[in-house]
């Protein structure tokens, strides 16, 4: 069944690794978490930030996290790996926003952060992606080239992609969109319905829907069974990749 809450201190691990998948909300982030196999239990929880995740990873509580954020920043623009995820998604290629040059990471203002990207890499940026520059800054914060070994970057769309073999027909936020997203994610997590109707306050139905990807993502990362997109390393040795 689903289940909510925050995260528990001092559980008894499980014989079966854990894993977990985040997406931004109003709230911080929604963290599913799940058994890395089987048609197990999973957990819907709000965390603040990524500091009781990463906590968790390094406790080997959750052996490996897919979140919906950038990582890796260039120092141009764009990076490889959404470059090559915008080819793979095809009529849903605008949901993904080229991540922002690092330069621009802790500008206070969207105009500050345009004028500098037109600075450094002569683009500007979009005002979606300026309105989660917090969350990229928040992360960027926390993760580290050790890190980003069980923790790493996915996109919902492109984890939708993998596992239906072919990019989403509809928008997600269309009836048929969510129907279509709601199919196969039933097929892998079979408390999704109630993870869904018992989600905690300040996260939409979409953002359980998007961090449930992600933990689907990470079970295949686990296995050995997953993609990457893109590779290069950043000037802080981060991987510029996205994983599906």
């Given at each position: ?52 995740v ?13 979140i ?68 990229i800054?928040?992360?960027?914060s ?30 997600k ?72």
């Amino acid at each position: 069944m689903g289940m909510t809450g925050t995260i528990p201190t001092g559980r008894v691990r499980s014989s079966m690794p854990m894993v977990g998948g985040m997406d931004g909300c109003a709230g911080g982030w929604v963290l599913v978490t799940a058994p890395a196999e089987g048609q197990c239990e999973t957990v819907v929880q709000v965390v603040p930030n990524l500091h009781p995740v990463a906590a968790m990873v390094k406790s080997d509580e959750l052996a490996a996290v897919g979140i919906d954020i950038p990582i890796g920043l260039s120092d141009t623009y764009p990076r490889a790996c959404d470059v090559e995820a915008r080819k793979k998604l095809g009529p849903r290629a605008s949901s993904v926003f080229p991540a922002p040059i690092r330069a621009v990471l802790h500008a206070i203002t969207y105009e500050e952060a345009a004028a500098l990207s037109v600075a450094a890499c002569g683009k500007s940026l979009p005002k979606q992606l300026f309105n989660i520059l917090a969350k990229i800054a928040e992360v960027d914060s926390v993760i580290s080239p050790e890190l980003q070994n069980s923790v790493f970057e996915v996109h919902p769309e492109v984890s939708f992609w993998a596992m239906a073999g072919r990019p989403m027909a509809y928008y997600k936020r269309t009836p048929q969109g969510r129907d279509e997203r709601l199919a196969l994610l039933r097929k892998e997590f079979s408390d999704l319905d109630r993870g869904i109707s018992s989600r905690p306050p300040k996260c939409s139905v979409d953002d359980v829907l998007d961090a449930y990807a992600a933990a689907w993502t990470a079970r295949r990362r686990l296995a050995g069974t997953s993609v990457r997109l893109g590779g290069d390393v950043d000037t802080r040795g981060l991987r510029m990749e996205v994983i599906a």
